[in-house]
């Protein structure tokens, strides 16, 4: 059974950065393209940034690019969002989930973290 367990969220002044950690298992991590998405309250989850099994190739949404950062540990299974320069925009609560299709066609969701930018 897949679990996914993000970790590293907390409260943030904006500029600040984060790394979030989400740690996978139950698949074979290294085969799977692996996504970060966030939800701000009342707003719909949006995909933050993905990154392909081998981690070769990534992807981010526009109002993140140059400041987020996708990187993983096929090793440790574990996937890493870097938060630069964060913003008040960027609060909201961060889920890892398998695979590059957005939304996802399968799977099952963590419990996400909780990243707070607020001065």
């Known amino acids: 059974q897949v679990q996914l367990v993000e970790s590293g969220g907390g409260l943030v002044q904006p500029g600040g950065s984060l790394r979030l950690s989400c740690a996978a298992s139950g698949f074979t991590f290294s085969d799977s393209a692996m996504s970060w998405y966030r939800q701000a309250p009342g707003k719909e989850r949006e995909l933050v940034a993905r990154?392909?099994?081998?981690?070769?190739?990534?992807n981010y949404a526009d109002s993140v690019k140059g400041r987020f950062t996708i990187s993983r540990d096929n090793a440790k299974n574990t996937v890493y969002l870097q938060m630069n320069s964060l913003k008040p925009e960027d609060t909201g609560v961060y889920y890892c989930h398998q695979g590059w299709i957005n939304p996802p066609v399968s799977g099952s969701w963590g419990q996400g973290t909780q990243v707070t930018v607020s001065s």
């Open positions: 990154i392909t099994g081998s981690g070769a190739v990534t």
